[in-house]
């Protein structure tokens, strides 16, 4: 299924929208329909200059990952989450199961894929994949704006308290 319209850094100062597929969910694994996404210093970064670092922009890729939605579409073995959840999106996909990952510090995941960070693609498309466990619901109080600008501690696995 297509129909994932995504805004694609194709060069230094090239970017346009580009439709791909609307990805598939795993087990573990929700779909978002994204609805607010901030622009962040790396996004431009990449824009301008088609690197940080020794991370370079080699192929075409999607920006952004300051991002919250709602949750579309939920893998089978997801029990956190549900369609229709409002959530802020971690923007790095660790995989919760290393040894940092089950001490808390899954900041120091040795797998993380951190989006819109070459190779991978970031979160300014309709939707975008990632696990579950890295997505964390949004209580009443706290809007879709709020959600795109909530970094969380390695320790803080929840936004309640917020």
């Known amino acids: 299924m297509s129909n994932n319209p995504s805004f694609v850094l194709q060069a230094v100062e090239k970017v346009e929208f580009e439709d791909r597929p609307v990805p598939a969910v795993a087990d573990h694994e929700v779909l978002v329909a994204v609805k607010k996404t901030g ?12 690197r940080i670092g020794d991370f370079i922009v080699e192929k075409p890729m999607v920006l952004g990952h300051e991002s919250s939605g709602v949750v579309y579409k939920v893998g089978s073995k997801v029990a956190n989450l549900k369609p229709g959840d409002r959530v802020a999106m971690e923007p790095g996909a660790t995989c919760g199961f290393c040894d940092d990952c089950k ?15 070459p190779p991978y693609d ?31 501690p390695p320790q803080a696995r929840s936004i309640q308290g917020y």
Do not use: Q, W
Request: aromatic residues 14%; hydrophobic residues 35%; glycine residues 8%.
């Open 39 to 50: 622009i962040c210093g790396s996004d431009v970064h990449y824009l301008v200059h088609g």
């Open 103 to 117: 001490k808390g510090r899954y900041n120091l995941c040795p797998y993380i894929e951190f989006a819109a960070t």
């Open 122 to 152: 970031g979160t300014l498309c309709r939707y975008y994949r990632l696990p579950s466990h890295v997505c964390y619901k949004l209580p009443d109080h706290l809007s879709l704006e709020d959600g795109a600008m909530v970094r969380f």
